[in-house]
């Protein structure tokens, strides 16, 4: 939604406390920071969070996450309501950037990212998806470094998993979930500490508030009852660079025990 100005929605910002700034969340589509940082969120009441949406499509126009705020106080949203590059694309990732930037008459990313800039100006922190496999959600974890801010990269459902819906019903899928992820963790990852949040706790809440404000994504609320769906309860990550680097042996072994031994450790890949 446009203000009278032609400026983005921002219903819900406000200012943070003092001496503390909210952490900017920058979502490729309405749903993907709570699907992936919803629980995180209510593990940490006192932080204010900013949610930034970036884009919509065909499948996923109707801002719902404007309404987070009404279960979640210490959340704000923002909304710029970009036209965003479907999950049919097939073409490269710059072919994807460019297509994205002309049907938002943008001249470049960085362009962007000065749009984003007033909205992330007063965050002590930018978290952004990893950027795996949908285009829109690479073309958002282009956007680093924004102003200088630090970051971190959040590990997003349900790109780690299977393509086919009929997969996650697999026996083995957990397992191959696991792997999968520790192979994008090697290949996109080197220099970061990995930090597993563990949201057991509040997965009941975050899931209700969920089917609340997003009740048309009927495909992830199915998936509630599978070994997936189980795993996406209680699983979120983050991952902030950290300037340390380890040999491959020691890279691969931390990948490997962060994706199989929890315990809310954190791991220098």
Same mark, same amino acid.
Request: glycine content about 6%.
């Given at each position: 939604?446009?203000?009278? #100005?032609?400026?983005?929605?921002?219903?819900?910002?406000?200012?943070?406390?003092?001496?503390?700034? *909210?952490?900017?969340?920058?979502?490729?589509?309405?749903?993907?920071?709570?699907? #992936?940082?919803?629980?995180?969120?209510?593990?940490?009441?006192? $932080?204010?969070?900013? +949610?930034?949406? =970036?884009?919509?499509?065909?499948? #996923?126009?109707? #801002?719902?996450?404007?309404?987070?705020?009404?279960? %979640?106080?210490?959340?704000?949203? %923002?909304?710029?309501?970009?036209?965003? +590059? *479907?999950?049919?694309?097939?073409?490269?990732?710059?072919?994807?950037?460019? @297509?994205?930037?002309?049907?938002?008459?943008?001249?470049? @990313?960085?362009?962007?990212?000065?749009?984003?800039?007033?909205?992330?100006?007063?965050?002590?922190? =930018?978290?952004?998806?990893?950027?795996?496999?949908?285009?829109?959600?690479? +073309?958002?974890? $282009? !956007?680093?470094?924004?102003?200088?801010?630090?970051?971190?990269?959040?590990?997003?459902? *349900?790109?780690?998993?299977?393509?086919?819906?009929?997969?996650?019903?697999?026996?083995? =899928?957990?397992?191959?979930?696991?792997?999968?992820?520790?192979?994008?963790?090697?290949?996109? !990852?080197?220099?970061?500490?990995?930090?597993?949040?563990? =949201?057991?706790?509040?997965?009941?809440?975050?899931?209700?508030?969920?089917?609340?404000?997003?009740?048309?994504?009927?495909? @992830?609320?199915? @998936?509630?009852?599978?070994?997936?769906?189980? !795993?996406?309860?209680?699983?979120?990550?983050?991952?902030?660079?950290?300037?340390?680097?380890?040999?491959?042996?020691?890279?691969?072994?931390?990948?490997?025990?962060?994706?199989? +031994?929890?315990?809310?450790?954190?791991?220098?890949?």
């Amino acid at each position: 939604m446009l203000d009278s #100005n032609g400026a983005p929605h921002r219903a819900h910002l406000s200012e943070a406390p003092a001496g503390r700034g *909210p952490i900017a969340i920058l979502e490729p589509h309405y749903d993907d920071a709570w699907v #992936n940082l919803g629980g995180t969120m209510l593990l940490r009441p006192q $932080q204010r969070f900013r +949610i930034v949406s =970036v884009a919509e499509d065909a499948k #996923n126009r109707h #801002n719902r996450t404007q309404t987070l705020p009404q279960y %979640v106080p210490h959340v704000e949203t %923002v909304a710029l309501r970009l036209r965003g +590059i *479907p999950w049919s694309f097939r073409g490269s990732l710059e072919e994807a950037v460019r @297509l994205f930037c002309a049907q938002n008459r943008l001249s470049s @990313l960085a362009a962007l990212a000065e749009r984003l800039w007033p909205y992330v100006a007063d965050c002590e922190e =930018v978290w952004l998806p990893m950027g795996l496999e949908h285009p829109q959600h690479a +073309i958002v974890a $282009q !956007l680093l470094p924004i102003g200088g801010k630090r970051f971190a990269y959040y590990r997003e459902f *349900p790109y780690f998993f299977p393509s086919r819906i009929r997969d996650f019903r697999r026996f083995d =899928v957990g397992f191959r979930y696991k792997l999968a992820h520790a192979r994008q963790l090697w290949r996109r !990852l080197h220099g970061y500490r990995a930090e597993y949040v563990d =949201v057991r706790r509040v997965r009941e809440q975050k899931w209700h508030i969920f089917t609340l404000v997003y009740p048309e994504q009927a495909s @992830l609320l199915a @998936l509630r009852r599978s070994r997936v769906g189980a !795993l996406a309860l209680q699983d979120e990550a983050l991952f902030r660079p950290c300037g340390g680097r380890v040999s491959r042996l020691r890279r691969w072994g931390a990948i490997v025990l962060f994706e199989f +031994i929890r315990g809310g450790t954190c791991r220098v890949f």
